[in-house]
């Protein structure tokens, strides 16, 4: 199952902040929070990741709370073209492994 | 650099044949994964592997196997189609090593309709 809790969908205003929660309350220290997007009919598109320090790229902003049970993916300005599935993953730890388990994700409508 | 490639991106088959899907990993990355994604069970983990091994495997009856080449290029196979492996497959590769904070990276997928 899942470690992660979305909300099912979410609209934001062209050029508005998207700030997308996800809740990981089980999160264990050594794991990691990613998100991903998926536009329709495409694979999953890498966005950003963290383990407890803020973090920001290009795409986005990722906040972690400080005990880490959540955190809050920011779009400084949203788009059209940011409509998407966005996945919270917590990243499975220990071991050899690059196995992503998703949930159901956000689905952001972006509105003009 | 190029990203994950996978082929071929569209496919249709019927009951009861097999299909195999290839992926060629971003350069340098050993390991590889794939997935399956159904609008009735979102994206599911098959299986991954690195340095032609498989480390990691999801819960997919036997009719669902893969592989991978010393240059690092997987293949996924399924026999005996049934109409539920209708899906988008999906491949991602990551340098593979035990740091969990890697980035993996998905291909565009494979789209398979059994008919």
């Known amino acids: 199952d899942a470690k992660t809790t979305q909300p099912p969908s979410m609209d934001c205003a062209e050029g508005r902040a998207a700030n997308l929660p996800c809740n990981h309350s089980?999160?264990?220290?050594?794991?990691?929070v990613y998100w991903y997007r998926q536009i329709h009919s495409q694979g999953p598109q890498y966005i950003i990741h963290?383990?407890?320090n803020n973090e920001t790229n290009e795409m986005a902003s990722l906040i972690i709370t400080e005990d880490r049970k959540s955190s809050t993916l920011i779009l400084p300005h949203a788009t059209l073209r940011d409509t998407a599935v966005y996945y919270c993953?917590?990243?499975?730890?220990?071991?050899?492994?690059?196995?992503?388990?998703f949930g159901t994700g956000t689905l952001l409508a972006v509105q003009p | 650099k190029a990203g994950v490639t996978q082929t071929p991106r569209y496919l249709i088959k019927t009951r009861g044949q097999q299909v195999t899907l290839s992926c060629s990993p971003i350069?340098?990355?050993?390991?590889v994964s794939w997935y399956q994604q159904t609008p009735g069970q979102g994206l599911q983990f098959l299986f991954e592997?690195?340095?032609?091994?498989?480390?990691n495997k999801g819960n997919f009856p036997g009719r669902f196997s893969g592989r991978q080449f010393s240059n690092s290029r997987s293949e996924m196979n399924v026999s005996t189609l049934e109409l539920g492996d209708s899906a988008l497959y999906l491949c991602?590769?990551?340098?593979?090593?035990?740091?969990?904070?890697?980035?993996?990276?998905f291909g565009e997928g494979s789209w398979l309709t059994v008919v």
């Open positions: 592997y690195f340095s032609e091994t498989q480390r």
């Open positions: 963290g383990l407890k």
């Open positions: 350069s340098g990355h050993r390991s």
């Open positions: 991602a590769s990551s340098l593979g090593d035990t740091y969990s904070g890697n980035t993996i990276y």
């Open positions: 089980t999160i264990s220290g050594n794991e990691y």
């Open positions: 993953i917590v990243r499975v730890a220990g071991g050899a492994t690059n196995k992503l388990i």
